[in-house]
């Protein structure tokens, strides 16, 4: 299933590999040639799926800090957004292709190939939190699943690792109230990977568009309800221009992680040192990109209520029952395929293991916010 090579990509890489390893070499025997020739940088071409303007370009950016620092310079991250090159969704492809050599993306952008994709960002909701995944990725088998998908299955010319595990994902943005399973019936509602099959069994019509495009959707009536992340990137591209009540909570997408993807080739023709840079940068801007998400998720909360006139709701305890319903269905339909039960009877074993030494070990964290800030939380 593996794609022709673009001859091109094939050529730069070559001269990369040999500018990277041999140009001492050529500095050696050419004396008239500047020494500077033999630091030149390797360029990497990362496209994200973001907008310039929202913040996981920000996050972005701190991963190419990180990388360009701690490679003393001889790694130089030419950083695009969506659509510089492709579209927010055919980022896989084109890392795959060689078109780029490396992306910030999520798994579910690339559900179409399998929807297996999205086990690794938003799949049944177990009891884990992100945290509790990205461990499992790391340390519970996940990464090893990943790869059989990836490089066995579908044939796809790449590394992928995982980054800054996400808060759980608001259920949306509504122009009125929604409180029961019933009220959503017949909403017309933005979501991606297997949120989609999910909320279509709770009897609402999805439509799958990357971030950029669902404040168009919204005002050209093609959606009238919508998810997306998180309230800084909400608010980024105008949610509260087209709704005014934002929903909490969720079991839709609760324990997704950042993916960066890099192109087989390109990583291996890499000195192993610059490989080690840009693999152990990702965990290193996970750290700063979720200090970074905590500060600013928060503030543009606080703005879209004070300053937007949006009123935050904590999702019902019916809708999310109603949420872990459609994922015991749907479940039953997704074992039916043998890599697809492989993956959730690891997650499963996982959740169970070490959920249970998180769920008991921790305090009840709203019992304390309410002691120093009485009457904010509304759980």
């Known amino acids: 299933m ?39 940088p390797v360029v990497v071409k990362m496209q994200t799926s973001w907008p310039a303007s929202d913040i996981w370009m920000d996050f972005a950016r701190e991963y190419v800090t990180r990388v360009e620092e701690m490679s003393g310079g ?6 695009l957004p969506a659509g510089a090159v492709v579209g927010a969704f055919q980022v896989m492809d084109a890392v795959h292709d060689g078109v780029l050599d490396a992306a910030h993306t999520v798994p579910v952008y690339w559900y179409g190939k399998s929807k297996a994709a999205s086990f690794f960002g938003t799949g049944p909701v177990f009891g884990g939190s992100a945290t509790t995944m990205l461990a499992w990725f790391y340390q519970g088998g996940g990464k090893e699943l990943y790869q059989e998908l990836t490089q066995q299955i579908l044939g796809l010319n790449v590394y992928g690792f995982m980054g800054m595990p996400m808060p759980a994902q608001p259920f949306g943005w509504f122009k009125g109230e929604v409180n029961t399973v019933a009220d959503l019936q017949g909403f017309k509602y933005r979501t991606v990977g297997l949120a989609a099959d999910l909320l279509q069994g709770m009897g609402m019509s999805v439509a799958q568009l990357p971030g950029g495009e669902i404040v168009p959707a919204m005002e050209r009536g093609v959606i ?7 309230p ?43 490989q080690a840079i840009l693999k152990y ?17 928060s503030t543009d909360l606080q703005k879209l209520q004070d300053e937007n ?7 019902s305890k019916e809708i999310l029952a109603g949420q872990l319903e459609a994922w015991d269905k749907l479940i039953v339909e997704l074992e039916k395929d043998a890599f697809n039960k492989k993956v959730m009877d690891s997650q499963r074993a996982w959740v169970e293991k070490v959920a249970y030494y998180e769920l008991m070990n921790a305090p009840d964290l709203g019992l304390a916010y309410d002691h120093y800030f009485p009457g904010k939380l509304k759980l």
């Open 2 to 40: 593996t794609a022709t090579r673009d001859t091109g990509a094939m050529n730069r890489r070559s001269f990369l590999r040999k500018g990277a390893l041999g140009g001492a070499a050529a500095a050696a025997t050419t004396l008239a040639a500047p020494a500077v020739l033999a630091q030149a």
């Open 74 to 79: 001889r790694l130089k991250i030419d950083l």
């Open 224 to 230: 009238d309800a919508f998810e997306f992340n998180n």
């Open 232 to 274: 800084s990137s909400d608010k980024r591209f105008g949610a509260q221009d087209v709704a005014k009540n934002y929903y909490l909570s969720s079991y839709h997408q609760a324990s997704e992680s950042f993916e960066f993807l890099f192109n087989k080739d390109f990583m291996d023709d890499l000195a192993p040192d610059l």
């Open 281 to 297: 940068g990702v965990e290193a801007s996970a750290t700063s990109n979720l200090a970074l998400a905590m500060r600013e998720y």
């Open 309 to 315: 006139g949006v009123k935050v709701h904590r999702t």
